[in-house]
Nanobody, 114 residues
Framework: QVQLVESGGGLVQPGGSLRLSCTTSGIVFRIAVMTWYRQARGKERELVATIGSTFSTNYADSVKGRFTISRDNAKKTMYLEMNSLKPEDTAVYYC????????WGQGTQVTVDS
């Protein structure tokens, strides 16, 4: 059974930082193209960052230079280090593959507000 569990979200002031984690089970993590997505209220889900099996990365223009995606194959876990957070980063953050292959988890809420 595939499980994707996101954690690490919270309330942070503009300019602050958070580190999200995506813990997986039931997938061959080391070959998966893992991806962070986010969905703001009233908007469609969008791709934030992707990390391939060779650790190559891609980012949405809106987060380049501020967010860093990484993975630990031994722990079957993916991370998203988010710095210089802006109010427009407020969203529920999800992990999945690219394209999404698995049922979505519950996500983790990130709120950037003073």
């Amino acid at each position: 059974q595939v499980q994707l569990v996101e954690s690490g979200g919270g309330l942070v002031q503009p300019g602050g930082s958070l580190r999200l984690s995506c813990t997986t089970s039931g997938i061959v993590f080391r070959i998966a193209v893992m991806t962070w997505y986010r969905q703001a209220r009233g908007k469609e889900r969008e791709l934030v960052a992707t990390i391939g099996s060779t650790f190559s990365t891609n980012y949405a223009d809106s987060v380049k230079g501020r967010f860093t995606i990484s993975r630990d194959n031994a722990k079957k876990t993916m991370y998203l280090e988010m710095n210089s957070l802006k109010p427009e980063d407020t969203a529920v953050y999800y992990c999945n593959t690219d394209p999404p292959e698995w049922e979505w988890g519950q996500g983790t809420q990130v709120t950037v507000d003073s």
